[in-house]
């Protein structure tokens, strides 16, 4: 089964209006970046799909197609594909476990080994927001099924009033602090924590910068609420674990990559969820099956592109259940791209 030919749009998908940050923070404008959705093809008709993740560049995209053509693509190795590993590895690979998929009659969780479930915990989601704001969107996510949030925020925004206002409208509400390393310093994380133990907070993801290992072994020490690291490599995982820092892990990059980085969680005794982008369909309905192929992926994951962004660019979207996402048992991804939106985002 030969790769023949492989189409790439370059695509901007607007945010909706109001779904990231209230207005005195702005716009966040990482919807502005471009991302590629890419489309393989086969000299027997099988086809897949893939997404990269924001910021990738034409010059990588190019050079992961140049390397395929005419590849036979039931002879790859999946876990080690035969291309250049730059930003666009990780859309390839979501392209051709999804050929090779549709090929051979699987679904993609099994060619990563195997479900251990068929549902994903999800969380809502929301960017930095005011207390009024931040309450109505908490309301949305909780009358749509989701029992928890994860909010972008920063040490100088009114934190406690945030996660009162969320504890107001949605009580049981589990709340995700991550505020991408803008608390600073851990004395300052650990003041904050102090002040927000009494509300339902799940877990401080990434508070301070990750370079110092020997601050999250302190704040673990210290403070009462779990802390998690986002992690994209093994070697980071393996030094995570190594110095005991955290309670959980929120793990990124590649499918093949994130069920070998759960292997060492689980080995760890660590539970993991899936971050995102606030991605389009297809690279979410990647996340899906890799959270269902990681045992040790107990944690609600952040697969919410679909309910803020204008378009998810497939023609069904992810269905969701009392806040988890459904697993596709169909061969491939299961899901089929929207060529007509497709071509409404492109740009040159």
Not at 305 to 325: H, K, M, S, T
């Amino acid at each position: 089964m030969k790769i023949t030919q492989i189409d790439c749009h370059k695509v901007i998908v607007p945010m909706r209006p109001g779904t990231v940050n209230s207005p005195r923070w702005g716009n966040p404008g990482f919807d502005e970046v471009p991302k590629f959705i890419i489309k393989v093809h086969t000299d027997e008709g099988v086809h897949g799909v893939g997404e990269t993740y924001r910021g990738v560049t034409q010059e990588a995209v190019d050079a992961g197609i140049t390397s395929l053509i005419g590849t036979d693509a039931l002879a790859i190795n999946l876990s080690d594909l035969p291309i250049p590993h730059n930003g666009a590895y990780d859309a390839l690979e979501i392209a051709l476990f999804d050929l090779v998929g549709k090929a051979v009659g699987w679904p993609v969780h099994k060619l990563l080994g195997g479900a251990h479930r068929d549902r994903v915990l999800t969380d809502y989601w929301c960017g930095r927001k005011t207390p009024e704001d931040i309450a109505r969107t908490a309301k949305e996510g909780w009358d749509r099924g989701f029992k928890g949030i994860k909010m972008k925020c920063a040490l100088e925004d009114p934190m406690v009033e945030r996660v009162q206002a969320i504890a107001e409208v949605a009580p049981e509400m589990r709340i995700t602090v991550d505020p991408n390393c803008r608390f600073y310093r851990p004395a300052a994380a650990l003041e904050l924590a102090r002040e927000m133990e009494s509300y339902n907070i799940e877990v401080f993801e990434d508070p301070t910068p990750k370079e110092d290992l020997e601050w999250y072994v302190f704040m673990r020490r210290e403070m009462k609420i779990p802390l998690a690291l986002h992690l994209s490599s093994p070697d980071a995982v393996i030094a995570a674990v190594q110095k005991d820092c955290v309670d959980c892990f929120n793990f990124g990059g590649g499918m093949v990559q994130f069920v070998k980085m759960a292997f060492i969680a689980e080995a760890a005794g660590k539970p993991i969820w899936h971050g995102s982008g606030v991605d389009l369909g297809i690279l979410d309905m990647a996340y899906v099956h890799a959270c269902a192929a990681a045992k040790a992926c107990t944690m609600a994951s952040d697969i919410i592109g679909n309910f803020f962004r204008e378009d998810d660019l497939i023609i069904n979207p992810i269905q969701f259940e009392d806040g988890y996402a459904i697993v596709p048992q169909t061969p491939g991804l299961g899901v089929e791209l929207d060529e007509d939106a497709v071509q409404k985002y492109t740009v040159d």
